[in-house]
């Protein structure tokens, strides 16, 4: 889809991890804030400090744009999405609040609900998906009760590619007045998201993954319409406003953003973002690498068993095992001897794994690219063949 | 000698402030960044300085394009 550079003969299928390699328009962004503007954004009134913000400002709008959000301030840069994520849920939720899950959470969303029901902060009902992953909206709506605070879904998830009925899901919480969030880390760039249609209150994600910026950068999207008092600051701290006062402000997004801003990472994130919206067939292109693959795979390589959950769009993350192999030697193997690179375990999922059975042992997970190619995937089935036969 | 005279759009935040430029430099309203005058403000960031002439046309765009501020103050 997109040309390669410098990644020499290795193949890189780890991209629900973290995408790689990135579009170069991503290092030259990085590289002209750092090399030419390089001050603080909003702290000082020099012409580079106005740089800098105007830097932060061309995100906020990109984003913004991206996912249908009309108030750029409402677009607050985070260090991943596992920042975001705790920002909204610690934010929202308060003693004695009633909050919903799902079994296909990654632990940026399962591990700090655990840890506010554990401190006797929240209840917490987590909604079982089925045997692939998919959830009924119409479950979610039979957890509801008075209490209900919040709502907590992962878009797709980073196990299976599993693609949740968000749209569903969050009209049910918007006509009960539930506060929707939304983790978009597998989704974001692939799959299109609208903060209004989708009824969307937060929206966390990586900057890092399928929108192709850097690591440490990320983002949490607050809907146009709500009440951003509702959200608790975790971090306090300067924001270059309201210098005069020992008060932290109570306005998007300097309530959310303490401290000096990764600027060259957002400056990466947007190139990142800008660079994806030139391309209209990502979705596409994954579909067409994941049935491909996943068609030879199956024909070809003994005992390949995978975890897809059947006729919904891909989104170019596979988990699969090779039955008698351990998941971890198959991928040190692909690693080493065939330069192919992918994740084995459980990927920070353990709910998901037990929720498709895979738990404890956990698969192989591939997760494709722009940059992958059809024949980086026959290397791919040719080097498992191999394996599988031993 | 109106023409001359200068004003300044002061935010509660530079974000607002750059916000502000970009919308008023795109709507055809001339203006730029200056440090925050200390006479005005103890902020540490920038405002949006423009004509005086031109302050009811920003206002009224401001205001309408839900862009908070502060206020608007003669220099």
Same mark, same amino acid.
């Given at each position: 889809m997109l040309n390669k550079n410098n990644t020499g003969s290795v193949i890189y299928f780890d991209n629900a991890a973290t995408t790689f390699p990135k579009p170069p328009e991503v290092a030259e962004a990085m590289l002209h804030y750092i090399r030419d503007i390089g001050a603080n954004p909003g702290r000082s009134g020099h012409k580079l400090a106005i740089a800098a913000g105007q830097t932060v400002f061309a995100g906020r709008r990109t984003l913004a744009e991206f996912f249908h959000l009309k108030n750029p301030m409402h677009v607050i840069f985070t260090g991943n999405a596992t920042d975001a994520l705790n920002m909204a849920i610690r934010g929202v939720l308060q003693t004695g609040d009633h909050a919903i899950t799902s079994s296909m959470e990654h632990n940026s969303t399962i591990r700090p609900l655990h840890r506010m029901q554990k401190d006797g902060i929240i209840d917490l009902s987590i909604v079982q998906a089925d045997s692939g992953g998919l959830l009924d909206p119409q479950d979610v709506r039979k957890a509801m009760n008075s209490k209900t605070k919040a709502v907590i879904i992962n878009h797709v998830s980073n196990v299976n590619g599993c693609i949740q009925p968000i749209r569903e899901i969050g009209k049910i919480c918007r006509e009960r007045g539930i506060i929707f969030i939304v983790? *978009? *880390?597998?989704?974001a760039g692939i799959f299109p998201i609208s903060m209004q249609e989708d009824f969307i209150d937060l929206l966390g994600m990586p900057g890092h993954k399928s929108l192709y910026g850097p690591t440490g950068s990320g983002a949490l999207l607050i809907a146009d319409d709500f009440d951003p008092k509702k959200i608790h600051p975790l971090k306090c701290g300067g924001t270059g406003s309201l210098s005069d006062s020992i008060e932290q402000p109570d306005f998007l997004p300097d309530m959310l953003e303490s401290g000096t801003l990764n600027v060259a990472g957002i400056a990466g994130f947007t190139a990142g973002v800008q660079a994806i919206q030139k391309i209209d067939s990502i979705q596409n292109h994954k579909q067409k690498l994941q049935s491909y693959f996943l068609a030879r795979a199956e024909n070809e390589i003994p005992n390949f068993r995978h975890f897809t959950h059947p006729n919904l769009p891909a989104a170019g993350v596979i988990s699969f095992i090779l039955e008698k192999f351990s998941v971890s030697e198959v991928a040190q193997i692909l690693s080493d001897k065939y330069n192919i690179m992918c994740r084995q375990g459980l990927h920070c999922a353990p709910l998901a794994h037990k929720t498709l059975g895979t738990f404890p042992d956990g698969t192989l997970r591939f997760g494709f690219s722009i940059f992958n190619t059809k024949e980086e995937i026959d290397t791919a089935i040719e080097a498992l063949k191999s394996i599988a036969h031993g | 000698m109106d023409k001359l005279k200068k004003s300044v759009i002061l935010f509660h935040s530079t974000n607002y402030a750059i916000w502000a430029q970009n919308e008023l430099q795109a709507n055809g309203l001339p203006c730029k960044m200056i440090s925050v005058p200390r006479q005005l403000s103890s902020d540490c960031g920038y405002c949006v300085q423009m004509e005086t002439q031109d302050k009811p046309k920003a206002e009224q765009f401001l205001i309408a394009a839900n862009i908070e501020f502060d206020r608007i103050d003669d220099l």
């Amino acid at each position: 889809m997109l040309n390669k550079n410098n990644t020499g003969s290795v193949i890189y299928f780890d991209n629900a991890a973290t995408t790689f390699p990135k579009p170069p328009e991503v290092a030259e962004a990085m590289l002209h804030y750092i090399r030419d503007i390089g001050a603080n954004p909003g702290r000082s009134g020099h012409k580079l400090a106005i740089a800098a913000g105007q830097t932060v400002f061309a995100g906020r709008r990109t984003l913004a744009e991206f996912f249908h959000l009309k108030n750029p301030m409402h677009v607050i840069f985070t260090g991943n999405a596992t920042d975001a994520l705790n920002m909204a849920i610690r934010g929202v939720l308060q003693t004695g609040d009633h909050a919903i899950t799902s079994s296909m959470e990654h632990n940026s969303t399962i591990r700090p609900l655990h840890r506010m029901q554990k401190d006797g902060i929240i209840d917490l009902s987590i909604v079982q998906a089925d045997s692939g992953g998919l959830l009924d909206p119409q479950d979610v709506r039979k957890a509801m009760n008075s209490k209900t605070k919040a709502v907590i879904i992962n878009h797709v998830s980073n196990v299976n590619g599993c693609i949740q009925p968000i749209r569903e899901i969050g009209k049910i919480c918007r006509e009960r007045g539930i506060i929707f969030i939304v983790d *978009a *880390a597998q989704s974001a760039g692939i799959f299109p998201i609208s903060m209004q249609e989708d009824f969307i209150d937060l929206l966390g994600m990586p900057g890092h993954k399928s929108l192709y910026g850097p690591t440490g950068s990320g983002a949490l999207l607050i809907a146009d319409d709500f009440d951003p008092k509702k959200i608790h600051p975790l971090k306090c701290g300067g924001t270059g406003s309201l210098s005069d006062s020992i008060e932290q402000p109570d306005f998007l997004p300097d309530m959310l953003e303490s401290g000096t801003l990764n600027v060259a990472g957002i400056a990466g994130f947007t190139a990142g973002v800008q660079a994806i919206q030139k391309i209209d067939s990502i979705q596409n292109h994954k579909q067409k690498l994941q049935s491909y693959f996943l068609a030879r795979a199956e024909n070809e390589i003994p005992n390949f068993r995978h975890f897809t959950h059947p006729n919904l769009p891909a989104a170019g993350v596979i988990s699969f095992i090779l039955e008698k192999f351990s998941v971890s030697e198959v991928a040190q193997i692909l690693s080493d001897k065939y330069n192919i690179m992918c994740r084995q375990g459980l990927h920070c999922a353990p709910l998901a794994h037990k929720t498709l059975g895979t738990f404890p042992d956990g698969t192989l997970r591939f997760g494709f690219s722009i940059f992958n190619t059809k024949e980086e995937i026959d290397t791919a089935i040719e080097a498992l063949k191999s394996i599988a036969h031993g | 000698m109106d023409k001359l005279k200068k004003s300044v759009i002061l935010f509660h935040s530079t974000n607002y402030a750059i916000w502000a430029q970009n919308e008023l430099q795109a709507n055809g309203l001339p203006c730029k960044m200056i440090s925050v005058p200390r006479q005005l403000s103890s902020d540490c960031g920038y405002c949006v300085q423009m004509e005086t002439q031109d302050k009811p046309k920003a206002e009224q765009f401001l205001i309408a394009a839900n862009i908070e501020f502060d206020r608007i103050d003669d220099l």
